[in-house]
């Protein structure tokens, strides 16, 4: 029963706020169809201004895949892992995290393959996912397309942030799977 119901709300939640919100501005008085066009204009606008930092991102992120880098990162952290008791198969994975979301989608993907979604090393992949973010995709993007120079507390703070969620993962995972 409680599916079925949660089921119908899935179903019609975004065609019922479609309609919804239109006739709430129509009841306002507000251009309905003008105002979308300028959102539309001005993220537009914002899609061209991020491509620059979108590129170079992508870059870096090859180059350090490519040269080795996280290869041999990964391998002077083995011994930490180790002794917080996460599997070096995440290890890749928790470095690249701040950098791609998506190349590491892919790697969580590969290891659920590899080792199963169920086992440990899936299941840390999965929490990881949730309790890391994009640090410096977030600083390159964001706040180089709103034009923001003075970030360093933001690297500090982000990639404490990803530490502290990696950290998390291990625990929760090693405590509750």
């Known amino acids: 029963m409680l599916y079925t119901v949660l089921s119908v709300i899935s179903e019609w939640t975004i065609p019922l706020l479609l309609l919804l919100i239109p006739l709430y501005g129509q009841f306002k008085k507000i251009p309905v169809y003008e105002t979308f066009v300028e959102g539309a204009e001005e993220g537009f606008l914002t899609a061209v201004k991020v491509i620059p930092f979108l590129v170079g991102m992508m870059v870096a992120v090859s180059v ?38 998506s190349a590491v989608l ?9 080792y199963g979604p169920d086992s440990f090393t899936g299941l840390l992949a999965s929490v990881m996912q949730g309790t890391t973010d994009t640090t410096f995709f977030v600083i390159t993007v964001y706040f180089g397309s709103a034009g923001i120079k003075k970030f360093r507390y933001a690297v500090f703070t982000g990639l404490t942030a990803d530490i502290t969620g990696f950290l998390a993962s291990v625990y929760i995972c090693r405590h509750f799977f």
């Open 64 to 101: 350090f895949r490519s040269s080795g880098a996280m290869e041999w990162l990964s391998f002077l952290l083995t011994p930490l892992a180790a002794g917080i008791g996460a599997p070096v198969e995440v290890l890749p994975m928790a470095i690249m995290r701040p950098l791609s979301g």
């Open 106 to 114: 892919g790697m969580a993907s590969e290891l659920m393959k590899t």
